[in-house]
């Protein structure tokens, strides 16, 4: 089976830097991803981490080590519509399965 | 190309009744998942089908099922609804391919009375 944790919620200031950690313990890995939510809305993919190391897309980042069972999403500089439910999500192994367990989400409030 | 499309997007139905949800997934994606959102469990792997055929399932009763058809549209059922049942009901679809990332849709919000 799969656990995976990060924080509830987190507040940060418009034109910071933010990191939203997530650690797992699986039985089986094969990626591990990052989703946004806004509040009514589906959730919108945001990065892909199969490998150790750091993923750049722009002004977000997601860092991977799996001997640590650990992640993080970095968000730089804020801006409001980054206000949002961040969900971690990790890919089972099993062979040909697309099956993502997440976690409960953190929710994350950017001030001015 | 159109994104993924859910119907209907709310429902109100009442205890012991069944319902049935529709999912159309991005043209050419033959991977299709569900999944149930609830504030307390967060986001939960109902089933998976790729090509007609589960692929996987959750840890969800029978009352809950699905099928997808040949042009990979999919629906899920739930029988003898249970007020435990009220939730977010998203479904993602893929091209199923391992790293291709999942689309979700807008949901069907399920609210058992």
């Known amino acids: 089976g799969q656990n995976i944790d990060q924080p509830t919620e987190m507040t940060a200031t418009e034109g910071a830097i933010v990191q939203i950690n997530c650690t797992y313990q699986?039985?089986?890995?094969?990626?591990l991803f990052w989703y946004q939510q806004h509040a009514g809305e589906a959730p919108t993919f945001l990065s892909y981490n199969v490998l150790d190391g750091l993923e750049e897309k722009g002004r977000f980042s997601s860092f991977l080590s799996r001997s640590k069972g650990y992640s993080y999403l970095l968000l730089k500089e804020l801006q409001m519509k980054d206000s949002a439910s961040y969900l971690c999500?990790?890919?089972?192994?099993?062979?040909?399965?697309?099956?993502?367990?997440f976690g409960k989400g953190t929710k994350l409030s950017v001030i001015p | 190309k159109a994104g993924v499309t859910q119907t209907p997007r709310y429902l109100i139905k009442t205890r012991g009744q069944q319902v049935t949800l529709s999912c159309s997934p991005i043209?050419?994606?033959?991977?299709v998942s569900w999944y149930q959102q609830t504030p307390g469990q967060g986001l939960q792997f109902l089933f998976e089908y790729f090509s007609e055929t589960q692929r996987n399932k959750g840890n969800f009763p029978g009352r809950f099922s699905g099928r997808q058809f040949s042009n990979s549209r999919s629906e899920m059922n739930v029988s003898t609804l249970e007020l435990g049942d009220s939730a977010l009901y998203l479904c993602a679809s893929s091209a199923g391919r391992v790293g291709y990332e999942q689309y979700f849709g807008p949901g069907t919000r399920l609210t058992v009375t």
């Open positions: 999500a990790v890919r089972d192994s099993g062979a040909g399965s697309y099956q993502l367990t």
């Open positions: 699986t039985s089986g890995f094969n990626g």
């Open positions: 043209s050419g994606h033959r991977s």
